[in-house]
């Protein structure tokens, strides 16, 4: 049974690695949008939990990938006062529709 799950631990690492990239260039690209350049200030990782920083702006936002469900929540905290979710996002569909989408499909 251990070495089931820390073959699926080292399977998975290439796909986490993807998602963060791919996020980076999600923000990247919508921060071009708005008319600022999104910098990644701090990114942290702790059990199935992956946190980065992002400044937004003229607000920070703050962007969760959890390994355990696999979803991408991205929360903008507003006027330093209030956290609001802007977005959830489900990685497998992220990467299903990314597949389609270079595919022509």
């Known amino acids: 049974m251990r070495n089931n799950s820390k073959a699926n631990l080292v399977a998975s690492a290439p796909l986490w690695a993807s998602a963060i990239v791919i996020m980076g260039l999600?923000?990247?690209q919508s921060s071009r949008m708005i008319g600022s350049r999104a910098q990644a200030e701090m990114v942290s990782s702790s059990g199935g939990y992956t946190v980065m920083t992002v400044d937004g702006g003229t607000?920070?936002?703050?962007?969760?990938?959890?390994?355990r469900s696999e979803e991408m929540?991205?929360?903008?905290?507003?006027?330093?006062?209030?956290?609001?979710?802007?977005e959830r996002v489900?990685?497998?569909?992220?990467?299903t529709d990314a597949r389609a989408a270079a595919q022509g499909g």
Do not use: P
Request: no cysteine; proline share 0%; aromatic share 10%.
């Open 26 to 28: 999600i923000l990247v």
């Open 59 to 67: 607000d920070e936002v703050l962007v969760i990938l959890d390994e």
């Open 73 to 86: 929540f991205v929360y903008r905290v507003e006027n330093q006062r209030s956290v609001d979710i802007k």
């Open 90 to 95: 489900s990685l497998s569909k992220l990467f």
